[in-house]
């Protein structure tokens, strides 16, 4: 099947394409056959378009998606029949990692991205598909918001604007009671490095310029958002060989390191706890 998206949205493509890569190997750290069959599907020139998946992005791109998938695991252990909303979910095949068989899914996306999730991926009636942006609260009414809810944002919010980030983490605070949300950040330096960096290549892809960094103050302003509380930062599972089995896991433990490029970060929803 024929796919072209721009901008945004074909960011989700580059991270499909790694992480069909990564899951093609015997020895992967993500188990996801799903991602290989949809880049067989899938008639868009990846190589060409996003240059050799290099085994060092795989690996990392497919360990994101496993730490997301861990703190979904957690939230259905404790919440068997709980909703994960999964924004800006692109074709993430998380769902079918994490199953087990009670869960309910929200996914939203833009139209265009919803619209191939409904073409490539098996409909399920667990699985709830809503075509808006997810800045536009619309999506919330579709959430049974008084049970437990997790949402994550996986490569979203760095594409956001700082408003619409703080816009959109108050409003789920002031209507989920109970849940989680666990989204993706860039440092500052990495923001500011996707709006210089230019290829070699005049036609190397370029992905769009990320518009929200997390910092300290960031972190501090976040934490302020009603209906927020317990920001903290989670790391990576351990991965395979010298970089992801032992330097990465030591360089997650500097928090300099650790908040240096792309953090993962966990809130709860509901007040402070007393310490
Ligand atoms: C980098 S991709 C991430 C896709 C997926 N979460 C993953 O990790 O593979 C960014 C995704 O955000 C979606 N997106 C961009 N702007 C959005 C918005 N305002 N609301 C919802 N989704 C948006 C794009 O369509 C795309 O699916």
């Known amino acids: 099947m024929p796919v072209q ?24 750290v993500l188990r996801d056959p799903r991602a290989v069959e949809l880049v067989e599907r899938i008639d868009f020139p990846f190589e060409h378009r996003f240059g050799p998946a290099t085994p060092v992005l795989a690996q990392w791109q497919a360990l994101r998606a496993a730490c997301f998938d861990r703190e979904v695991r957690r939230f259905l252990t404790h919440h068997p029949g709980g909703t994960v909303v999964a924004l800006g979910e692109g074709l993430e095949t998380g769902f079918w990692r994490v199953d087990q068989g009670t869960a309910r899914w929200v996914s939203v996306d833009l139209p265009e991205t919803i619209a191939l999730r409904r073409e490539l991926l098996p409909a399920d009636p667990r699985v709830h598909l809503v075509a808006c942006s997810a800045t536009d609260e619309r999506w919330l009414d579709e959430v049974d918001t008084a049970a437990p809810v997790l949402v994550t944002a996986q490569g979203l919010l760095m594409y956001l604007t700082r408003a619409e980030v703080h816009r959109l983490l108050a409003a789920c605070g002031a209507r989920i009671r109970a849940g989680g949300l666990v989204f993706d950040a860039v440092s500052p330096r990495m923001r500011d490095r996707s709006a210089r960096t230019a290829p070699a290549d005049a036609q190397a892809y370029r992905p769009p310029r990320w518009t929200w960094a997390i910092d300290r103050d960031e972190r501090r302003a976040i934490r302020g958002l009603p209906g927020l509380s317990d920001l903290e ?43």
């Not at 074909?10 to 020895?27: C, F, I, S, V």
């Open 5 to 28: 998206l721009d901008a945004v949205p074909e960011t989700l493509l580059w991270n499909l394409y790694h992480r069909a890569a990564e899951a093609r190997r015997p020895d992967t």
């Open 233 to 275: 930062t989670l790391r990576l599972p351990r991965g395979r060989g010298l970089a992801f089995r032992f330097l990465m896991p030591l360089a997650q433990a500097v928090p300099p390191m650790r908040n240096g490029l792309l953090s993962i970060l966990r809130a709860r929803f509901g007040p402070q706890r007393r310490s």
